[in-house]
């Protein structure tokens, strides 16, 4: 079955075309739902195009005065919610420009001179994805903020260090969360890397070969804050690596927050203990009254699925595309703007979950002194006080630990004639050895 066409080609290359595309041929091209949050982007950069083409005599200055004025119109109109985005016009450029052509008339035509979509996206997509990284990186220093108060709170209270969940040996919680401090300060350096990569400038790339007309590049990179325009025009048009590299930054960090959520739904359970969260920061059970959810963990948990698949969806997309411009390259932008905004959900759910936590430390510190967590300094005290070689002192430690759990006890609860049964060398001086505190303070 042939499918019938409207009558009305395209108004924007309606030139080569006889009948207009069919609707499903519309949907599918169609980006305006998704790249409409580009308009500030699309609109600053444009405006930089057209004072180029004035400076350059490319347009006249009349010409120019017109375009920019009409662009501040829609502008405005985008802002106060009274723009209409219509899926014929398929894109932000388009909508725009075909919006501009309504107020301005055929002089709006002239804004495209020595441009083209592709470095025009190029452009308005650096310039987001540039304002997004600073954004990120607010949020990042926000977090580590409250990690820090929080460290420096607790930068005695003891808990059990785990290896493989189970207790090794004794840190404080202090050093704990300061150890997620330092995560997120090599997410902020990464993303601080990622806009530097990233802040060179597309715009004057054309479709991909550059363009005929006297066009400045180091102008407009100039005005649109870029360091300089891209040496190299296919690659201009063509490379998507910042948008992957940023939604890596994001996987990364999400990835790290999903730890420490991970630890604090742990945490808050019973078994554990180790902290209770805030109302505001928990949901109950329909069905059981005495439950208290970590919710906002959790979903900072499973949100990582979504950042790590956004991550791996464009470097599908980009896998093996030829240069330079192609289409699919039109399906970057919801993942990167969905990354970014569940980047930025998570860390403000962890600043707030975090900032009101109440630690149980009583419970923590309990928990270490039950897991035999100063075994290791029992076996440093027999290698330092009787000069024996570590893996000795390793063997007997475990057959004291056995003891002690046959006993029921902890270490520093054994009597000293059951210790000197397994090495008689032993003397009371190894009680000393046996507090947390000694532990804690002998590590820093
Ligand atoms: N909406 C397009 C995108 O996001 C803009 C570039 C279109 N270029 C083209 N040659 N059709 O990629």
Redesign the pocket.
């Known amino acids: 079955m042939t499918k019938r066409h409207k009558t009305e080609s395209n108004a924007m290359w309606g030139g080569r075309f006889n009948a207009a595309p069919s609707d499903v041929m519309t949907q599918i091209n169609a980006?305006i739902d998704i790249?409409q949050r580009l308009w500030k982007q699309d609109i600053e950069a444009s405006k930089a195009h057209c004072q180029m083409l004035v400076k350059q005599s490319i347009i006249a200055e009349t010409e120019g005065k017109a375009i920019l004025e009409g662009l501040e119109q829609v502008a405005s109109e985008i802002e106060n919610g009274s723009f209409v985005f219509k899926t014929e016009f398929?894109?932000i450029?388009m909508n725009i420009e075909s919006r501009l052509k309504e107020i301005i008339g055929d002089v709006a035509g002239k804004l495209h001179t020595a441009r083209s979509?592709?470095d025009q996206?190029a452009t308005d997509f650096k310039l987001w994805t540039r304002e997004a990284c600073g954004v990120l990186i607010e949020k990042i220093v926000g977090f580590q903020a409250v990690l820090e108060t929080l460290s420096q709170e607790h930068e005695n209270s003891i808990m059990p260090g785990f290896t493989h969940l189970q207790v090794a040996q004794p840190v404080t919680l202090g050093m704990h969360l300061d150890a997620y401090w330092q995560m997120l300060s090599r997410d902020k350096t990464r993303i601080q890397d990622c806009t530097k990569r990233l802040n060179d400038s597309p715009l004057g790339a054309c479709a991909l070969s550059g363009t005929g007309f006297p066009t400045d590049q180091d102008y407009t990179a100039k005005q649109l804050g870029f360091d300089q325009p891209m040496s190299n025009n296919m690659d201009a048009v063509s490379a998507r690596d910042f948008a992957m590299e940023f939604l890596f930054c994001c996987a990364q960090c999400g990835l790290n927050l999903s730890r420490l959520a991970e630890e604090v739904i742990l945490w808050s359970t019973p078994q554990f203990g180790f902290v209770t969260l805030s109302d505001e920061w928990s949901t109950g059970s329909s069905i059981m009254p005495q439950k208290k959810n970590p919710d906002a963990a959790e979903l900072v948990r499973a949100k990582t699925g979504r950042l790590n698949g956004n991550l791996i969806q464009l470097m599908t997309v980009m896998k093996a595309l030829p240069l330079a411009?192609n289409?699919d390259?039109?399906e970057d932008?919801a993942a990167v703007f969905e990354s970014f905004d569940i980047a930025c959900l998570c860390l403000d759910a962890m600043s707030g979950m975090m900032g009101s936590a109440n630690f149980h430390l009583a419970r923590m510190r309990d928990a270490a002194e039950d897991g035999y967590a100063t075994a290791t300094e029992m076996a440093d005290w027999l290698v330092r006080n009787l000069n024996m070689p570590f893996r000795d002192a390793h063997h007997i430690t475990g057959k004291i630990v056995k003891l002690a759990e046959g006993q029921s006890c902890r270490l520093d609860q054994l009597d000293l004639v059951d210790m000197q049964a397994i090495a008689p060398q032993i003397t009371d001086d190894i009680y000393n050895s046996l507090t947390l505190e000694k532990a804690v303070q002998s590590r820093r």
């Open positions: 980006s790249d398929e894109d450029h979509r592709n996206v411009y289409k390259m039109q932008k």
